[in-house]
């Protein structure tokens, strides 16, 4: 066991991360190597990402909603009153304290079957099939992981956000590629950074909790990235609405602080993987 400190940079504003967690270093080989490469060939195979227009407006009209009544209904169980025109961004004003979010949260993952959308979830893979020219689907290649959609809520200046991590270090999470889809109060002081090109990092050059982190007393399933060998500089693509953000697993993505004082983030987070 072992306590170290990350310390990330905002626009010049330095947060710190406390990870504990014994740490460790993997091998002298770069994973995405031996496994399925949804993005090779692509013009932004290099950076790892790349942020398209999304789908025809109604569709993501009706997407958007869905999330809205979805974790309107999540506020709802948890005891809290809420607005029937609850806006997404005004989520902190709603469950307004610490515990009420615990209470929110506490009703389980943040994550429903593909069959809650507001839309088909064959528009959506269709369009990622389409940026990836490759056909993908939700359906991962390992039964007993099923297929569900996220979205994730990240309340003003809180520590919401899970830390730098890539997902690959969870096996389920190997071979398939990551869509973020911003609703609401995602902005370049919000969304999700990454670090362009990380995905090519041998293990080896990465240091990081063996397990799960416990961050800022908080846990997380994924290991936190602790330090590395080429420099941990996080940009925000940052996606508007209706435009998604496709990028690989195995890129060192996370450590979303909302460094906004009056907006909750709300995002969609999917996973795809080759049609077979
Ligand atoms: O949206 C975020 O801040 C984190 C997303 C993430 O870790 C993922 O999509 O795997
Ligand atoms: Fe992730």
Redesign the pocket.
């Known amino acids: 066991m072992s306590t170290r400190q990350l310390t990330l940079d905002y626009d010049g504003e330095q947060v710190t991360f406390t990870v504990e967690g014994a740490v460790t270093r993997g091998a002298d080989a770069t994973l995405l190597d031996g496994d399925d490469n949804l993005i090779a060939g692509r013009p932004w195979a290099e950076a790892g990402f790349v942020v398209a227009p999304f789908l025809a407006p109604d569709e993501y009209r009706r997407l958007a909603e869905g999330v809205r009544l979805t974790l309107r209904a999540r506020i709802a169980a948890a005891g809290i009153d809420v607005p029937a025109d609850f806006a997404l961004e005004r989520y902190h004003e709603v469950v307004a304290t610490d515990e009420a979010h615990a209470a929110v949260s506490a009703r389980g993952p943040w994550c429903h079957p593909v069959g809650d959308l507001g839309v088909p979830v064959e528009a959506i893979s269709q369009r990622v099939s389409e940026i990836l020219g490759v056909r993908v689907s939700t359906t991962p290649p390992h039964a007993e992981f099923p297929e569900h959609f996220c979205y994730?809520v990240?309340r003003p200046r809180s520590r919401d956000?899970?830390p730098p991590?890539r997902?690959v270090w969870l096996d389920r999470l190997r071979h398939a590629v990551?869509i973020?889809v911003p609703f609401a109060g995602s902005t370049p002081r919000s969304s999700?950074p990454l670090v362009r090109g990380s995905h090519r990092w041998k293990e080896s050059e990465i240091e990081r909790t063996a397990e799960g982190a416990r961050v800022n007393g908080m846990t997380f399933t994924v290991p936190s990235v602790v330090g590395a060998a080429h420099p941990l500089v996080l940009e925000r693509p940052n996606p508007g609405l209706n435009e998604v953000l496709v990028f690989s697993?195995y890129l060192i993505?996370?450590g979303?602080f909302n460094q906004q004082t009056d907006r909750t983030r709300v995002?969609l987070?999917m996973r795809f993987w080759r049609l077979r």
Do not use: F, I, K, Q
């Open positions: 994730r990240v956000n899970n991590h997902d990551n973020y999700l697993p993505h996370g979303a995002s987070e």
